[in-house]
């Protein structure tokens, strides 16, 4: 290092995002390094290179020689050396053509930043090995790693299928750094011996392993490191290197973590093959293998499907431009059949049965089901399969209708909830814990409890908010053990893939409850708050306790439907069903029938494909993805924030407009506040009741003059870039596996350009335009209207409900819409509906009503109308309302018909309000 050059003082736990910050910090060195060619100051690349060289230590390319070479270059003081190899290094990383070379055993071998990936991602690559990295962890001397390095690439063979490269580490904490760091390493191999500390500054990361209980050097045993490792990347294969009692730690069942435990380094070659062998599980594909091989074969089709094998397609002049757009793959991989080589998703027995099983492993589920409806028809399967007449479900009102109408097909009644309100932005954010708790203490103090058998809410929510989920689930579990959870986790099923979020999924979270189980201490401090509480506690006390469940008595019973399509590369439709029920052999017959029931008989087979080819990316290159994701959308909001001209008339809500201080216990206030690191990010995915997920981005349009629709429009009309929801004043942007900083530039730039005609037109147009765009934006940002808040049944549909409970007959309800004499409309703006909201007779919704936006029923059938929903919706003004047309009007049961549905139970109120 350069005399002049101050070290760099970066921590290697520093850290909330990899790739992108990796690939930006290799760029930062090529200007350095231009700029010191140029006659500039070297000590500035001195200062990048000293930096980008501490985690480059855990990264298999380029390695320790040519990171050597770089230092080598600089320490002789060759700039114009030190600049063309960055360059390279950088262009080799950049475009990932150093995959196809050999490592770094040659100057020729890290590629000559060729985009060979680049430019023939459409074209079949029939010499391409897939790449990955291999963690090597060892208490051998750092002295010998470059001859173990070479040791391990002369084990490659030209009949792998994949190419690997080794990191080598000697530390606990360099191992954990390099898992959350490096998304290429696939796996893990451990060797007694290694050392506690890693070589640098890691201060944080201390906290975080004093936490853990590492303190000393004899904490860092091999076992105890993969049982760390698996905690954080679930998807990787360990192998466990022992040289001593072998025997005795493959029978230990903590060691269950290891794919495969290896005595000394006695068979090297078996621990590649074994290597390759457990990527190769995860890469392997059944039904899209099979599907392959079944598009190849000469199939003679005497079924109803024409479009098989292509044939009246391709020989028409009318359509063949469909075959030609679509390609014949297409064509040749579709069949109605189930046999001769396919699987039936119906009853899979085959290759579909071993996608699923493969899909469970991946999801950490013991069943999943591939659903080609939807997560609309996922839910559904869940709420008829779970829930039968009579049963009464607490149930986010907000919730996708999905669920109100599987409440309909199942008889079920449902209890609603109500998530705490955003006014500002004409949005709801989630359930909070008190109130759920609070509809369940009712339900048991009208003797009623036994009947609540679901607990169903939207994890995350549209707008980005997630559960405690484990919290909740305890919690619930702890009035009733044998509680049911539907988690709605369409948005969320990328967050598996993240060790910052997976334990705020549904399943991540049933995990964590489950080894909770089995620890003696689980017991323990279940009888120790019993102790406190005493033996009839109150409702307030309970409201305000964190309460344990007994874990004897925990029945843990958890299902969790994903949109594979909305976070991962499966086609739109692509839907899983996950469970993870001690209870599943009670209710595998009405799954079977549920299935039956939505499952359409002629499944699309690419749909099918699809999802099985979505759980092989994810669980080998996830990770990576997804941290990307996240590293996406803080850019994006580090841009508009950091934008003079963008922020003043657009900006991004932070975590602590998302969620009230009330529910933020760790003090977390947003993603870009100074410090925040992903210590403190984790300690608020522990302790906080609700989170915002930082792929959601809720940016504010009022502020600029334009309403969410109309901003929506104009962003898809004129500058072709898609956004889904919107709000009042708000659209949500939302990164994905599938972004690129490319489209935070594209983002970035049409924002600034509307943010300056906004400022231009308001500069040139004078006193009168300022004063019309000030009342506009007042409109949008104060003149909002109230969220309305579910009412309650009316009295003809809930002679079976209770009195301190407001769940209702909603089927009845729905059916009631059937009898058109019994029904009546009124148009919305008429004055007889303001009439009977003070006058009577009561006003009774005979559908749903959910306007687009917020997106939420603010009407259920059954439900009595109150002068806040009416105040609502002529506030809102949208043009996209389901379940009301304008030129009718309201649709309502009329009073008459109501009398002879049903009759109040008696003492039972009639006008008992969700829990809120």
């Known amino acids: 290092m350069h005399k002049d050059a101050k070290p760099a003082q970066t921590h290697i736990d520093q850290f909330f995002s990899g790739p992108g910050a990796r690939a930006d910090h290799w760029r930062d060195l090529v200007e350095a390094a231009k700029a010191w060619a140029r006659g500039g100051n070297r000590a500035t690349y001195d200062a990048a290179l000293a930096e980008l060289s501490v985690t480059e230590e855990f990264h298999g390319y380029p ?30 990383l950049q475009t990932k053509s150093f995959r196809q070379h050999g490592g770094d055993s040659g100057d020729a071998d890290e590629g000559n930043g060729d985009a060979t990936e680049l430019v023939s991602t459409f074209t079949p690559q029939s010499g391409r090995r897939p790449y990955f990295e291999t963690l090597i962890v060892t208490g051998v001397s750092s002295n010998n790693w470059p001859a173990l390095t070479s040791e391990w690439r002369k084990l490659r063979r030209p009949v792998d299928q994949f190419v690997y490269e080794p990191v080598i580490v000697g530390s606990l904490e360099d191992a954990f750094c390099a898992t959350l760091l490096n998304p290429d390493i696939a796996a893990v191999v451990i060797n007694e011996g290694f050392a506690l500390r890693s070589r640098h500054d890691a201060p944080v990361l201390r906290t975080m392993t004093s936490s853990a209980g590492l303190h000393d050097e004899a904490d860092a045993s091999a076992l105890r490191l993969a049982h760390i490792i698996k905690r954080v990347r679930p998807e990787l294969d360990i192998y466990l290197m022992s040289n001593r009692d072998v025997e005795e730690m493959a029978g230990n069942p903590e060691a269950n973590v290891a794919r495969r435990i290896f005595y000394s380094i006695e068979e090297l070659l078996e621990l590649h093959l074994s290597i390759l062998e457990g990527v190769q ?85 013991d069943r999943v089901f591939f659903v080609t409806n939807g997560t609309s028809t996922s839910n559904k399967m869940a709420v008829q399969a779970l829930l039968a007449p009579g049963d009464i479900a607490i149930v986010d009102r907000n919730c996708h209708k999905s669920h109100h109408y599987g409440m309909v097909l199942a008889g079920a009644q449902p209890l609603y909830v109500e998530a705490f309100p955003m006014t500002e932005y004409s949005m709801y954010g989630a359930v909070p814990l008190k109130t759920i708790k609070q509809a369940l203490l009712g339900a048991k ?36 053990p044998d509680l049911i959870f539907l988690w709605d986790e369409a948005w969320f099923g990328f967050a598996r893939f993240s060790p910052f979020l997976r334990r705020r999924t549904g399943l991540g979270a049933a995990n964590e409850i489950e080894a909770w189980m089995h620890d003696p201490k689980s017991v323990a401090a279940y009888e120790k708050q019993q102790a406190e509480l005493g033996k009839n506690p109150s409702e307030e006390v309970l409201l305000k306790t964190r309460l344990i469940p007994d874990p004897r008595q925990i029945r843990l019973r ?20 996950s469970v993870k029920d001690v209870e599943f052999h009670t209710v595998e017959q009405q ?39 996240i590293e996406i959308a803080i850019a994006i909001r580090k841009a508009v924030t950091n934008n003079p001209l963008i922020s003043k008339y657009f900006r991004i809500v932070g975590a602590d407009g998302m969620v009230p201080a009330q529910y933020r216990e760790s003090g977390f206030t947003d993603y870009l506040a100074p410090g925040v690191n992903w ?15 930082p792929t959601r981005m809720t940016l504010v349009c009022g502020t600029a003059g334009f309403d969410g629709t109309q901003f929506k429009g104009m962003l898809a009309n004129e500058y072709s870039i898609q956004v889904n929801k919107t709000s009042r004043n708000s659209v949500l942007l939302q990164s994905n596996i599938n972004n690129t900083r490319s489209d935070v530039a594209q983002l970035i730039r049409v924002l600034a350009e509307i943010a300056g005609e906004v400022d231009r037109g308001l500069k040139q147009g004078g006193a009168n335009a300022k004063k019309t765009f000030e009342a506009r934006v007042k409109s949008l940002m104060k003149d909002v209207p109230d969220l309305p808040n579910f009412s309650h049944f009316h009295p003809s549909f809930r002679g079976d409900a209770g009195a301190k409970t407001n769940e209702g007959d909603i089927r009845s309800g729905f059916y009631a819409a059937y009898d058109a004499a019994g029904c009546e409309y009124i148009p919305l703006g008429d004055a007889e509906i303001d009439r009977r909201l003070k006058a009577g007779p009561e006003l009774v919704s005979a559908s749903f009503v959910i306007p687009y936006p917020p997106g939420f029923p603010i009407m259920v059938p059954g439900q009595v109308i109150t002068q806040e929903t009416i105040d609502f919706m002529r506030k809102l003004d949208v043009k996209e309302i389901h379940g009301y047309d304008a030129k009718e009007g309201l649709k309502l049961v009329r009073s008459e018909a109501l009398a002879k549905i049903g009759r109040p139970k008696p003492g039972t109120s009639a006008k008992l309000k969700a829990a809120s």
Not at 449 to 478: P, Q, S, W
Not at 558 to 577: C, D, E, F, P, W
Not at 679 to 693: G, H, I, M, P, Y
Request: proline share 2%.
């Open 281 to 365: 599980d995860r890469f392997e594909t059944p039904f899209f293998d099979n599907l392959k091989k079944y598009a190849q074969r000469p199939i003679g089709t005497f079924h109803a499907l024409p479009i098989a094998r292509g044939k009246s397609v391709f020989k028409s002049d009318w359509i063949r431009d469909m075959g030609e757009f679509y390609g014949l793959n297409l064509f040749l991989a579709e069949s109605s059949a189930t046999t001769g080589g396919l699987d039936s998703l119906l009853e899979p027995t085959g290759t579909i049965k071993r996608a699923q099983d493969k899909a469970a492993r991946a999801l950490g589920a």
């Open 591 to 629: 799954f079977k029938e549920a299935v039956f029931t939505h499952a359409s008989t002629s499944p699309n087979q690419q749909l099918i494909a699809s999802l099985d080819v979505s759980r092989r990316q994810m669980e080998l290159e996830g990770y990576g993805l997804v941290a990307n994701a």
């Open 558 to 577: 958890v299902y969790q439907t994903n949109s594979t399509h909305k976070s991962m590369s499966a086609i739109r439709q692509g839907s899983m069903l």
């Open 445 to 480: 103090a009208d003797g009623r409890l036994d009947r609540v058998k679901l607990l169903d809410l939207t994890n995350c929510t549209f707008d980005g908010h997630i559960y405690n989920t484990r919290r909740v689930m305890e919690e619930c579990l702890a009035i009733k």
């Open 679 to 693: 210590a403190n990010t984790l300690k608020s995915l522990d302790d906080d009741e609700f989170c915002l997920d």
């Open 63 to 92: 390695g320790m020689r040519l990171m050597g070479a770089l230092r080598e270059a600089a320490s002789t003081g060759d700039a114009a050396a030190s600049l063309a190899l960055s360059t390279r290094l950088t262009q080799a």
